[in-house]
């Protein structure tokens, strides 16, 4: 009975380096909600559903095929419509996700998010995450419940993206619509589409075909291992809020936020983050108050340039969403105006 236990060993032993037998990598999911995980009373219903119905454990059955690719493992961080989504909940999202990095045998994470503020939370986790290994974001714009939902194939393509050693020190990505873009400059850029997700200047590192992962760039954008900000043992992230510039926008909405002792701004103003007389006046006193104000613009595209006559920090090509979680990740650093602007230019 020794003897064939030893040679049973030995059998397995030279059978897998053989065949060339390997471990399947090993992918935790973390689930937020959002409507990948949505249901509907009627499967041709894709708005007016419910967010955040369906357990992470839920969507890993719906599609079985993720177990050919990797070994699969799902946690429930929350169960939320993301337009509900907090700083509380994206600074524990971003503790956990580096807990489960930090792991020997944990080769990648991918999380389910909604898609309302799934640019956000990526981008912070972008900026928070201490690990070159892949962090995939992913999402549906049709609940689960849907004719033709598109949940389960986002699914299967971030894990595959996860999986795969290509990814590694890519930053934070987005894998949705067969596309593969960079957190740092991917947006929600329409209601309902399927392709609501663009990358409209910048462009995709990649696309997935046939269920292959086909990368063609990185980005120069420092992020995560290489990023400066640390939020691992912290409990509370600064308070930023937004302002958003148009005509006739009036001074009191600054008076308010200096009332509320929040640490800053971010203005949307027009053009060119161009501000007004009236939110100039506002800005001025923003700021005399010691509340860090940066200058972004609601366009949606294009590159703040540093100015001479607006007051601010310039928000560089970051949309104002992302660039006040820039600035509250920043803040935990420094509140000096000029490194600040060093980060717009550099994160």
Same mark, same amino acid.
């Given at each position: ?262 640490? /800053? $701004? &971010?203005?949307?103003?027009?053009? %060119? ?5 009236? @939110? #100039? ?5 923003? +700021? ?13 595209? /294009? $590159? &703040?340039?540093?100015?001479?006559? %607006? ?5 560089? @090509? #970051? ?5 006040? +979680? ?22």
């Amino acid at each position: 009975m020794k003897y064939k236990v030893i040679f049973m060993a030995t059998l397995f032993i030279v059978s897998t380096v053989c065949f060339g037998e390997t471990k399947l990598p090993h992918i935790v999911i973390l689930a937020t909600g959002g409507t990948i995980a949505g249901a509907a009373p009627s499967n041709t219903q894709t708005t007016d559903y419910k967010a955040g119905e369906l357990s992470v454990q839920a969507l890993i059955n719906a599609v079985p095929e993720l177990n050919s690719i990797a070994q699969i493992e799902g946690e429930q961080i929350a169960n939320i419509d993301s337009k509900n989504m907090t700083s509380d909940i994206i600074l524990a999202l971003s503790q956990r996700v580096n807990q489960l990095l930090a792991q020997d045998d944990i080769d990648g994470v991918v999380i389910t998010h909604g898609t309302d503020t799934l640019e956000e939370t990526a981008y912070f986790l972008n900026l928070t995450v201490k690990s070159d290994k892949p962090v995939v974001f992913t999402a549906a714009m049709r609940p689960a419940t849907a004719i033709s939902a598109d949940g389960p194939m986002n699914l299967l393509e971030a894990v595959t993206v996860a999986a795969d050693p290509q990814s590694q020190g890519r930053g934070v990505m987005v894998v949705i619509n067969d596309r593969i873009a960079s957190a740092r400059f991917i947006s929600k850029t329409n209601t309902t589409t399927l392709d609501a997700f663009r990358a409209t200047e910048q462009g995709y590192l990649g696309v997935v075909v046939g269920g292959t992962p086909k990368f063609a760039s990185k980005i120069d954008k420092i992020h995560t291992k290489n990023a400066i900000f640390d939020v691992r043992d912290i409990t509370r992230l600064p308070e930023v809020v937004i302002l958003y510039g148009y005509q006739d926008d009036p001074v009191y909405l600054y008076q308010a936020v200096i009332a509320n002792k929040a640490d /800053g $701004i &971010v203005y949307a103003g027009s053009g %060119d983050g161009s501000v007004s007389d009236r @939110s #100039l006046y506002g800005i001025n006193q923003a +700021i005399d108050a010691g509340i860090v104000v940066v200058r972004s613009s609601r366009t949606g595209n /294009g $590159i &703040v340039s540093d100015s001479l006559i %607006d007051p601010g920090i310039a928000s560089d @090509s #970051l949309n104002p969403v992302k660039a006040r +979680i820039l600035l509250m990740t920043a803040l935990i650093q420094t509140r000096d105006p000029a490194l600040l602007q060093q980060y717009f230019h550099t994160y």
